[in-house]
T-cell receptor
Framework: NAGVTQTPKFQVLKTGQSMTLQCAQD?????MYWYRQDPGMGLRLIYY???????DKGEVPNGYNVSRLNKREFSLRLESAAPSQTSVYFC??????????????FGDGTRLSIL | KQEVTQIPAALSVPEGENLVLNCSFTDSAIYNLQWFRQDPGKGLTSLLLIQSSQREQTSGRLNASLDKSSGRSTLYIAASQPGDSATYLCAVFTGNQFYFGTGTSLTVIP
């Protein structure tokens, strides 16, 4: 089982460049999430999509946009990359169970450096 | 805003020792709490999920407890092994979002 797949795994950008991080899940999950992980800060939620066709801001949405392309895919876009966006980005998905007690499943992350 | 704290930030124990990792959260209005393991350079692997109505959950050598009213959870690891070395994170689910602690880095010395 592939689970949650993120591409690319590594990327180096120059300040001002744009790029899109891709995430796909094959578990038929309704909800998908984008996090960033920085040293000493833990994981912080950027955006999430509770179901296909909806997206909502998380804790740190500034400088990012998302698209829930279909039930499988949830992309994260940096329109004009800044050094402060250097981080490890994780995508996660979750089946929205009846009592909302379903675990999250994570991809392996995208390591992004912005010079 | 929900805040999640994990103490200690790092822990080093000899192989075979039983150990407890701690997680505390400020708002008791949670649906569930999830414990994860993260190996260096890797994603998060789910270990245990405790529903808000449960007191504990067990999987193999792992036992997680939840005291929602006091805002605390513990992860108990029995008979630790070098392969348990990793960072352990807890996360609480508030209905829409998950809030994560910063993790405890565990080293088990052979």
């Amino acid at each position: 089982n592939a689970g949650v797949t993120q591409t690319p795994k590594f990327q180096v950008l120059k300040t001002g460049q744009s790029m899109t991080l891709q995430c796909a899940q094959d578990m038929n999950h309704n909800s998908m999430y984008w996090y960033r992980q920085d040293p000493g800060m833990g994981l912080r939620l950027i955006y999430y999509s509770a179901s296909e066709g909806t997206t909502d801001k998380g804790e740190v949405p500034n400088g990012y946009n998302v698209s829930r392309l279909n039930k499988r895919e949830f992309s994260l876009r940096l329109e004009s990359a800044a050094p402060s966006q250097t981080s490890v980005y994780f995508c996660a998905s979750r089946s929205q169970g009846r009592f909302s007690n379903q675990p999250q499943h994570f991809g392996d992350g995208t390591r992004l450096s912005i010079l | 805003k929900q805040e999640v704290t994990q103490i200690p930030a790092a822990l080093s124990v000899p192989e075979g020792e039983n150990l407890v990792l701690n997680c505390s959260f400020t708002d008791s209005a949670i649906y569930n709490l999830q414990w994860f393991r993260q190996d260096p350079g890797k994603g998060l692997t789910s270990l245990l999920l405790i529903q808000s109505s449960q007191r504990e959950q067990t999987s193999g050598r792992l036992n997680a407890s939840l005291d929602k009213s006091s805002g605390r959870s513990t992860l108990y690891i029995a008979a630790s092994q070098p392969g348990d070395s990793a960072t352990y994170l807890c996360a609480v689910f508030t209905g829409n979002q998950f809030y994560f602690g910063t993790g405890t880095s565990l080293t088990v010395i052979p």
